[in-house]
């Protein structure tokens, strides 16, 4: 296999590791979110509690490959973000930390104050950090303040409040939209009585979020954001040399490969479609094919940032030449093949003890299940 082709190849495969965190960290995300207003009192909030509490740790397992994936196939990209983006990302850990602790140790004691913190503290660890994630994927359609010298070496010129600029925010709250949204659905699966009917309002209220901010952020990006393209040459099977191109700023780029590539404009309208069935089927109380739908959003909205900004994954704003692409970010291609392999053997292997998992501690929980079961549940 060649350069060109593994390039491309961890180019996929990295968006395929961020849907699964999506799809899967995202509705325990998403039911954190959820969780202080959709159990009115301790009991319910147990039963929501318990329909991810058992699954978190396994779901999370995409989140850190993820990371691990980025830091292997585009080393520049993991520092370049890691060091801009710094106390963005601390804040997103600050935020996950409530959630082992608070899934551990809120049960324990029977305190009105302390189950109640606990579930703020969860709400904050669902909430946060896919705001977060949101405002940094916003701001590199925008373009990141940051360039190399003459040795490779990154300097970032930004601030944090830079990046809470008005179009990061709104693809800020896209993704809370989407993942609440994905995990309102889930709980319509694993809840009923009141807690369902519930979650289908909140179902169908961020579904229509999730419609809107996504058409909003679209449309900003058609007329108000210029996007970037390559000039020069570029030798996708080259040593990676991010130096070596010449890179414009031009309106509208970032609609150009919907026009280059005529199946990608399939990807936002297909997002659009699952939205609005997801929405339908929430109305319909078709919980599982809205838990579908929601997770082919998110796919849908993820594919679409990816295929917009192809193939710049960290455009600079400072400096457009030093802009960091598919092409020029990447280790070496020994370094490609390894992973390659490792994920061929690996992968499936999540696919499937999640699902086993999954499959074992499947149903819905009750209240009554909580009451019978109250020293063995979280």
Request: aromatic share 16%; proline share 4%; hydrophobic share 50%.
């Amino acid at each position: 296999m060649d350069y060109e082709s593994l390039k491309l190849i961890w180019w996929l495969l990295v968006g395929v590791l961020l849907i699964g965190f999506a799809i899967m960290d995202g509705h325990d995300m998403g039911v954190g979110t959820l969780l202080p207003f959709v159990g009115r009192n301790d009991l319910e909030r147990r039963a929501v509690i318990n329909t991810v509490a058992p699954h978190w740790e396994g779901n999370q397992v995409w989140f850190v490959t993820a990371g691990g994936a980025i830091f292997a196939a585009w080393p520049l990209i993991y520092a370049t973000a890691f060091s801009g983006f710094y106390w963005a990302m601390m804040a997103a850990l600050w935020a996950l930390f409530f959630r082992p602790v608070g899934f551990t140790y809120r049960s324990k004691i029977h305190n009105a104050t302390w189950r109640s913190t606990w579930d703020w503290g969860l709400f904050i660890g669902g909430a946060v950090p896919p705001i977060i994630f949101g405002v940094a994927f916003g701001n590199l359609l925008l373009g990141v303040p940051f360039q190399f010298d003459d040795t490779l070496r990154s300097s970032y010129t930004g601030t944090f409040w830079q990046l809470l600029n008005p179009f990061g925010l709104l693809a800020g709250v896209v993704s809370l939209s989407m993942l609440t949204f994905q995990g309102a659905n889930y709980l319509m699966l694993r809840t009923e009585g009141d807690i369902y009917r519930r979650v289908r309002t909140a179902s169908l209220i961020f579904g229509v979020a999730t419609l809107v901010t996504f058409a909003l952020a679209g449309l900003w990006i058609m007329k108000g954001i210029d996007g970037y393209v390559i000039t020069s040459h570029i030798d996708p099977n080259a040593l990676p040399d991010p130096m070596d191109k010449t890179v414009v700023k031009t309106a509208g780029a970032w609609m150009s490969n919907y026009t280059t590539y005529a199946w990608a404009k399939w990807i936002p309208i297909g997002t659009f479609i699952a939205i609005a069935l997801g929405i339908v089927f929430s109305r319909l109380h078709k919980a599982g094919l809205a838990f579908v739908a929601s997770s082919i959003t998110c796919a849908g909205i993820i594919g679409t940032a990816g295929v917009s900004m192809f193939p710049f994954l960290m455009p600079s704003s400072s400096d457009p030449r030093s802009s960091l692409t598919v092409w020029d970010s990447v280790s070496s291609e020994l370094t490609l093949g390894v992973m390659l392999g490792a994920t061929v053997v690996f992968m499936p292997l999540i696919i499937f003890y999640t699902s086993w998992a999954y499959k074992v501690m499947w149903g819905k929980v009750t209240t009554d299940f909580i009451k019978a079961n109250d020293h063995s549940v979280y």
